[in-house]
T-cell receptor
Framework: GQSLEQPSEVTAVEGAIVQINCTYQ??????LSWYQQHDGGAPTFLSY????GLEETGRFSSFLSRSDSYGYLLLQELQMKDSASYFC????????????FGGGTRVLVKP | DGGITQSPKYLFRKEGQNVTLSCEQN?????MYWYRQDPGQGLRLIYY???????QKGDIAEGYSVSREKKESFPLTVTSAQKNPTAFYLC??????????????FGPGTRLTVL
């Protein structure tokens, strides 16, 4: 099976930097994905790490370390619109193309 | 515009009733998925289908049923056997290219409440 752990909530001010950690247990997986979900909305894809290292997409960056079973999403120059829930997810090699999601981290950005 | 539509947006059900949630996509995606989300929780997979006329159970399939008669449609029926069906239901789809980077595109969701 697969399981992913994330902090439940993070609060920060506009302009700050937030790091959302994701630790996982899996028997083998293709990569680590991150999705954003605003309250009442649908999740949208943010980034994907197939290999160890840092992937940068604008203000957001994502990191993966397979040896540490760990990844993180870095949100820089926080804006009010970044207030949302963020989910890490893995696509397991033994699970077809199914994604297993973490419980999500709620980010609250304050003025 | 291509996308995934779900209807209705809000659905109320009396105990003991079956209800069907609609999911349609015009993205020409091969695989479709149904997730359940409870307040403050992550997404849990109910059922998924990778090709027409075939589907597999996810992690919480009990009390649910699906069909995949057309590539673009994947309706979910919540049966009376589902003891706690009040939740937010999300449909998603993926174009299966064989690459691990295939991302999932989600519909707007249906919020089901049992009265």
């Amino acid at each position: 099976g697969q399981s992913l752990e994330q902090p439940s909530e993070v609060t920060a001010v506009e302009g700050a930097i937030v790091q959302i950690n994701c630790t996982y247990q899996t028997s083998g997986f293709y990569g680590l994905s991150w999705y954003q979900q605003h309250d009442g909305g649908a999740p949208t894809f943010l980034s994907y790490n197939a290999l160890d290292g840092l992937e940068e997409t604008g203000r957001f960056s994502s990191f993966l370390s397979r040896s540490d079973s760990y990844g993180y999403l870095l949100l820089q120059e926080l804006q009010m619109k970044d207030s949302a829930s963020y989910f890490c997810a893995v696509k397991g090699k033994a699970a077809g193309n199914k994604l297993t999601f973490g419980g999500g981290t709620r980010v609250l950005v304050k003025p | 515009d291509g996308g995934i539509t779900q209807s209705p947006k809000y659905l109320f059900r009396k105990e003991g009733q079956n209800v069907t949630l609609s999911c349609e996509q015009n993205l020409n995606h091969d695989a479709m998925y149904w997730y359940r989300q409870d307040p403050g929780q992550g997404l849990r997979l109910i059922y998924y289908s990778q090709i027409v006329n075939d589907f597999q159970k996810g992690d919480i399939a009990e009390g649910y049923s699906v069909s995949r008669e057309k590539k673009e449609s994947f309706p979910l029926t919540v049966t009376s056997a589902q003891k706690n069906p009040t939740a937010f239901y999300l449909c998603a789809s993926t174009k299966e290219t064989g690459r691990s980077t295939d991302t999932q595109y989600f519909g707007p969701g249906t919020r089901l409440t049992v009265l």
